[in-house]
């Protein structure tokens, strides 16, 4: 049986877009591994964070230390300190997802909602605020007197 020459024709041009296709996907692969392997330089914004990279574990092991302190459900505050691009704000977030049992607000907003303020990554040395536990990189902090 003789295959007519536009069919021929068809099918090459099939697998060479499936081959093009494949190289390429392949590629993207070998790309996005060897990219999340790669360490963020140390003022990477927080909108690059992934899992597992050294500023994420840092968040997770002060959240970690205030877990075991604070009620399962309450209502903190959460202090990271500025930055580009909205910063504390992404942090937050962060936080959010990796302490889901806790309901965190800015640190702006904790005064009229809580009398508790989770620091992560700085030192709040402000008037009516007082250090009420230090944890791996940064504090537990009650508002309003010691």
């Known amino acids: 049986m003789r295959i007519a020459p536009k069919a ?9 877009a499936l081959a093009i296709a494949s190289i390429s996907f392949l590629g993207a692969i070998r790309g996005q591994r060897r990219s999340c392997g790669a360490a963020l330089p140390r003022n990477a914004p927080v909108l690059a ?3 597992g990279t050294p500023e994420v ?30 910063s504390a ?6 936080a ?5 049992d806790l309901n965190l607000l800015s640190d702006a907003d904790a005064h009229a909602y809580t009398r508790l303020i989770i620091a992560c990554g ?11 536990r230090p944890l791996p990189e940064g504090g537990l902090y009650r508002i309003g007197p010691p």
């Open 49 to 51: 964070w992934r899992l």
């Open 122 to 132: 700085e030192k709040l040395d402000r008037p009516g605020v007082s250090l009420l």
């Open 8 to 16: 021929l024709l068809a099918r090459f041009a099939l697998a060479c």
């Open 57 to 86: 574990e840092r968040l997770r092991l002060c959240l970690d230390a205030a877990r075991g302190l604070v009620p399962r459900g309450a209502f903190v505050g959460f202090a990271s300190p500025d930055g580009p691009l909205d």
């Open 96 to 100: 959010a997802y990796l302490a889901p």
């Open 89 to 94: 704000f992404f942090r937050r977030l962060w």
